[in-house]
């Protein structure tokens, strides 16, 4: 499904097309592309368009079971950090995270990428 997807990235500027997929517990997939605009800041990555499809659908922290990500180039490529701050919200650390680019696939859980988390218990 994520071969059919990233064609609906909306990449005018960096060329970059991005497509990616949660998973939940309970079996169900979530996609998202990127969608880039001309104020930078207004880009949303495909990782948070899939995770708020999910979001939106009413599933919630600790529902997840794995995001995968595709990007449309020969070098596979971690997600940014504001969506590894999304990924802190909603995702276990234990949780999988697939990489893909061309034929090469990357297994991680989200541990490997998340180093010293800010989460809500920095807020006190």
Do not use: H, W
């Amino acid at each position: 499904m994520l071969k059919e997807i990233i064609k609906n990235a909306y990449a005018p500027y960096s060329n970059y097309r991005v497509a990616a997929e949660v998973v939940t517990n309970d079996g169900k997939s979530f996609y998202g592309v990127n969608v880039e605009n001309a104020s930078y800041g207004g880009t949303i990555c495909a990782e948070r368009n899939a995770i708020n499809s999910a979001i939106s659908a009413g599933y919630k922290k600790g529902d997840f079971k794995s995001l995968t990500v595709m990007v449309d180039g020969d070098k596979t490529a971690f997600p940014c950090f504001i969506c590894r701050q999304t990924i802190v919200e909603f995702f276990d650390m234990n949780d999988d995270l697939i990489l893909i680019a061309g034929d090469n696939v990357l297994n991680y859980k989200m541990s490997d990428i998340i180093v010293n988390p800010f989460s809500k218990e920095d807020l006190i």
